[in-house]
């Protein structure tokens, strides 16, 4: 048997739910009657091209409610992830939390979702604070 729909508004409390964040209901519908620009590039979006972004993504934080919420296009949307409105990519490696779990990509252990972290954007790795295998690209 196929598994019945999940209703939109039960899946936006379940995401919210999961990322810890506040979640009050919003209509797709209102969001995008509301202003039909992407507010992302800034030019109009065509009702087939509709995404709804959140402006402060949920991994960063952001509440799921009406005002944090935004008419995008899906390729915009997409482009910019998860990342928060006024990111700038880093160069030098920084420590930050981890929003999801998976491996160390050093020593290959788990890391958990909140955990302390060491983030080297020009060597592409994520490691744990605590890692001390060497870094130096094989």
Do not use: M
């Not at 202003?35 to 590039?41: A, K, L, R, S, V």
């Not at 995404?51 to 296009?73: C, E, F, K, M, Y």
């Not at 252990?109 to 954007?121: F, H, Y």
């Not at 605590?130 to 094989?138: M, Q, S």
Request: aromatic share 6%; glycine share 8%.
């Amino acid at each position: 048997r196929r598994p019945l729909p999940v209703p939109a508004d039960a899946a936006a409390k379940h995401r919210a739910k999961l990322w810890g964040v506040e979640h009050s209901p919003y209509s797709r519908q209102t969001v995008y009657d509301d202003d039909p620009t992407c507010h992302i590039c800034g030019t109009y979006v065509s009702p087939e091209d509709f995404t709804i972004d959140h402006i402060v993504p949920l991994s960063l934080g952001g509440p799921d409610t009406r005002s944090n919420v935004g008419t995008a296009h899906f390729r915009c949307n997409s482009s910019k992830g998860g990342k928060h409105p006024d990111y700038v990519a880093p160069t030098e490696p920084l420590e930050v939390t981890s929003t999801y779990p998976g491996p160390c990509l050093i020593c290959s252990e788990i890391i958990e979702r909140g955990t302390q972290v060491i983030w080297d954007p020009a060597a592409g790795t994520i490691r744990h604070t605590t890692c001390e295998k060497d870094l130096t690209p094989n």
